[in-house]
């Protein structure tokens, strides 16, 4: 399991849920704690230079493992369900744009509140229709860019559909795209799912990148989410990829950050130890 964390550009929003402000600060901070990559929230696939970002990632030994892409609906009210047919298709243009940055850095793209928010009238049969229409051609540009797309499901409260990662799931199931992946984030199963660990064993075959915050989307360890069953249900089903921390900069971003890397090294060395001695224990047997 590699650790990373959420870094934006200084003047995005509370809701681009980043740790860190400030691209180069950002690295530089999250290197300095042990993270060995971050993930650039972007609102615009031009909003940054990815060749500068590059050598940024050089400097400070880091890997930059998924760009997210939330702050489009957040900061710019851009999603793929809209019924506008023209805010669809400028969603789709960032997405393109945004694949493009990634395919520079050979990084993948998230998908999750970009899918479209609460709509009074809730899930409609249109929603559903213009989503998979936008997703075609941001399949058929991940096959021709190369580039790994993460569907994430999202809360009830934050998206009206793909709550839950069998939705999500039975989505990439149902696509001949051999280029989309399910990223789960346990704040938004802890509100979705019926039983964490058991969401993760069975939707394990589609899983790419994970995001992790608590409950309350603090640093791990400062809510009430189970991590020890998490990270064990994740050792069981073999997950060696990303783990990115998606979290509030709170009390500071640096404590956040650091309570999430160290409360999680703590945790993942408990259970080898606990493994250790189970093997150990029945070696003589
Ligand atoms: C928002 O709640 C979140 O988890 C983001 O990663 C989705 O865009
Ligand atoms: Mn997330």
Known sequence: M?????????????SAFSVYRGLEEGMRRAAALGYQGVELALADGEETDPHQIKSLLKTYHLELPAI??????????????????????????EFLKIMDFASETGS????????????????????????????????QAAQQKEVDILLEPVNRYECCYMNRLEEAAAFIDNTACKRLFLMPDVFHMNIEERNLEEAFIQQQR?????????????APGWGHL????ILKTLEQIGYSGWVT????????????????????????????????????????L
């Open 226 to 229: 189970d991590f020890p069953a």
């Open 206 to 218: 589609h899983i790419k990148y994970i995001h992790f915050a608590d409950s309350n989307r603090l």
């Open 68 to 93: 997210s892409t939330g702050r489009l609906l957040a900061e710019r009210k851009l999603y793929l369900s809209a019924p506008d047919a023209a805010v669809r298709e400028k969603a789709v243009a």
């Open 2 to 14: 590699k650790t990373a964390v959420v870094i934006a550009p200084h003047y995005a929003k509370r």
């Open 245 to 284: 921390i998606e979290i509030f900069p709170e009390p500071t971003a640096d404590k956040a950050a650091a309570q999430a890397i160290r409360y999680l090294e703590r945790l993942c060395a408990r259970i080898g130890e606990e493994e250790y001695r189970a093997v150990n224990s029945t070696a003589g």
């Open 108 to 139: 993948m793209v998230n998908i999750g509140r970009a899918r479209g928010f609460m709509r009074e009238d809730g899930l409609t049969p249109d929603t559903l229709a213009f989503f998979t229409d936008s997703m075609k051609r941001i399949e």
